[in-house]
């Protein structure tokens, strides 16, 4: 079973600029999240879609950040503009249905902001 | 705002020695779960534990969960190089969030 993609694997960008992230997810896995992992800390949840409607998106900061779940398979996360502090690795991962499952993570992309 | 919060934050062990990482968490959980990140596989989910279940085996790691200290704790015997990674323990909220602890760092040498 292949497992969850996420492109590029590396980011580097000046602030100000504007990035997106791509997410694969599991195929048949109803529900995809995406994670934000600043070094030396535990992953902290963004949003999180079932299908392609968003479940929880309370920790995204909504006046830069953008995600959308086109067709319930494959993800983007956009920010827009870029701060210093959103250097960290943005993680996807999905799960077969959203009630308490284990879930699955993609390798995760590298974002660094100067 | 965290769930769980893993202690120590780092341990260094020899090969061979089991390794105990402990977990507290803050509100009432249906389950926890505990997750392996290192550089080349990434982060991945080793074992979930249920809030009705007071331990678990899995090959040579053994969870333990208290509910009424919430607290568990993650054990690894025999450890090995390899095992070298940061543990995360991680459990549902109220608004079924999942959220991590900080994580403890493990080096394990040969």
């Known amino acids: 079973e292949a497992g969850v993609a996420q492109s590029p694997r590396y980011k580097i960008i000046e602030k100000r600029q504007s990035v997106a992230f791509w997410c694969n997810p599991i195929?048949?896995?109803?529900?995809l999240y995406w994670y934000q992992q600043i070094l030396g800390q535990g992953p902290k949840l963004l949003i999180q879609?079932?299908?392609?409607?968003?479940?929880?998106d309370s920790q995204l900061p909504k006046d830069r950040f953008s995600a959308e779940r086109l067709k319930g398979v494959d993800s983007t996360l956009k920010i827009q503009p870029a701060k210093l502090e959103d250097s960290a690795v943005y993680l996807c991962?999905?799960?077969?249905?959203?009630?308490?499952?284990?879930?699955?993570f993609g390798p995760g992309t590298r974002l660094t902001v100067l | 705002s965290q769930q769980g919060e893993e202690d120590p934050q780092a341990l260094s062990i020899q090969e061979g020695e089991n390794a105990t990482m402990n977990c507290s968490y803050k509100?009432?959980?249906?389950?926890l779960q505990w997750y392996r990140q290192n550089s080349g596989r990434g982060l991945v989910h080793l074992i979930l534990?249920?809030?009705?279940?007071r331990e678990k085996h899995s090959g040579r790691l053994r969870v333990t969960l208290d509910t009424s200290k919430k607290s568990s704790s993650l054990l690894i015997t025999a450890s090995r190089a390899a095992d070298t990674a940061s543990y995360f323990c991680?459990?549902?909220?109220?608004?079924?969030?999942?959220?991590f602890g900080g994580g403890t760092r493990l080096m394990v040498k040969p």
């Open positions: 991962a999905s799960s077969p249905d959203r009630v308490l499952d284990e879930q699955f």
């Open positions: 195929s048949g896995h109803a529900t």
């Open positions: 879609f079932q299908n392609n409607g968003v479940v929880d």
């Open positions: 509100t009432s959980i249906n389950n």
């Open positions: 534990i249920r809030s009705n279940e």
């Open positions: 991680a459990a549902y909220n109220a608004g079924n969030m999942l959220t």
